[in-house]
């Protein structure tokens, strides 16, 4: 199975409809790579982008049968939804715990194990707060994975994000390094955020998040795959 995601919402009338709903940046006070700055008190919105991620699926044994090179396992999977209101996150992030919480129970690790985290934080602040606020309930009393953003990096690819986000979390299990959330100079949230450049560290298992229009929200993990 080829699973993945596409997007270029770099278009003029795309651009201006962001604009419109109050969500694309418009700062010029900054030099234009530190515009997207996702969990920033002073995010003022995303930068459209552009990507692909493609990820090949397989069973193990089909992996092996074709001698393929295993980067990691597909543990786990969740979805939610707030079904609340369509352009507005409900503020406490309830449907992107929900997702994480059983997507950590459907791969059947605990979340004391995950070692990174990469969070959807768009540099919207009513979505990055959403996204903070679900990511500080579901880890309260477990271990602190470090998290990242990487549409401070890259924009907002939207459709291509969380198959973007997937990639780099296999990744960072291949790599032992997790990459920094760029911009990042005054936090909204005590998480602990991977800042000011990639963090060299042990990866066995790394939890990517997604959460969009109209609180869907899902998760995947990732794990090291030792067989």
Known sequence: MLAGGTDAR???????????????????????????????????????????????????????????????????????????????????????????????????????????VFAPAPSVPGYDAAIASALITVLNGSARPSVTALRS?????????????????????ETSCVPATANLRRPIADLPFVTDQARAQEVSTSLVCAYGFGGHAAALAFRECLS
């Open 10 to 116: 770099v278009s003029p009338l795309g651009t201006l409809r962001y604009r419109d709903l109050g969500w694309l940046a418009i700062r010029d006070d900054v030099e234009p790579e530190s515009v997207s700055a996702p969990f920033d008190e002073d995010a003022s919105g995303f930068i459209n982008g552009e990507g692909a991620g493609i990820l090949v699926l397989e069973t193990l044994e089909h992996a092996q049968a074709r001698g393929a090179r295993i980067y990691a396992e597909l543990a786990g999977y969740a979805a939610a939804n707030e079904a609340g209101d369509m352009l507005r996150p409900q503020p406490e992030g309830r449907a992107l715990a929900r997702a994480i919480t059983r997507c950590a129970e459907h791969a059947g690790v605990s979340l004391r194990s995950v070692d990174a």
């Open 153 to 173: 990096l890259l924009g907002h690819t939207h459709a291509a994000s969380g198959a973007l986000d997937s990639v780099a979390a296999v990744k960072s299990i």
